[in-house]
């Protein structure tokens, strides 16, 4: 696992803070990143996603290693936590053959609780003013009506008067719905980094198909894109591609 440090100009927070951002852990061992986490001291860690797999109730390994990330991470520093796919069940409609059909958000009640208990700032469509910052979370869009995400909120949320920081699980959200918006600061995952990597491309991106623009690192001085902590597996493995933790100083 690598530690990927970015900087963005100027002084948009009105003074220095470091963001450490961490996605697409989807349920591994946490323990590396939680020590990149411990070693860079971060002012706040940003979780966009895919952190958990489905919040069925399930209590398997996989939703232990996801609750102990938010809740030794929230031990370090304030955590911000958006959800993404996966942790909705929702899939892309080009999977064929995994195609779910719409249904409501549902989270088993015993997740929300233990989302509650570990610390983290739960950001669901909706956004939270904390330290004189806005601090707003996206969620997936994938199982709503049509595929989009909520964009409701967003209005009052960029109508803030303090400096923004948007959670946004699907980097390829930022071109159709975000790229207008007066946000200071927006951080993605899902893509995986485009899963292999030649000559500095990803390969492909659920939602974006080949080749796609929005994998890694940083899109006009504020989108940041973390390639997601998730190792490759046998049947998909990650090449050219290491897993990251990205510390954002702006
Ligand atoms: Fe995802």
Known sequence: MKTRFVRLSGKRFGKNLRFA??????????????????????DYILMPGDI????DGVEDAIHQNGFSMLSEAAKIAPVFYSTGNHEDGGVHSWCIFW????????YHEQDLSRIEESGACFLRDGFTVRDGIAFGGLQSGLINEGGSPNLEWLGEFCAQKEPKVLLCHHPEYY???????????????????????FFGRGVFAPGQGLFPKYTDGVHDDRLVIGTGL?????????LFNAPEVVIIDA
Not at 99 to 106: D, F, G, M, S
Not at 186 to 193: D, E, L, N, T
Request: zero cysteines.
């Open 230 to 238: 998730k190792k490759g597996s046998i049947l998909i493995p990650r």
């Open 52 to 55: 958990l797999e489905r919040l």
């Open 21 to 42: 951002l961490v996605s697409d852990l989807h349920g591994e061992d946490p323990r590396e990143a939680l020590e990149i986490l411990r070693r860079e001291h971060p």
């Open 175 to 197: 071109e159709r719905y975000l790229k207008e918006l007066p946000i200071d600061l927006i951080v993605s995952g899902h893509a995986h980094g485009g899963q292999w990597r």
């Open 99 to 106: 195609k779910i059909k719409t249904k409501p958000r549902i």
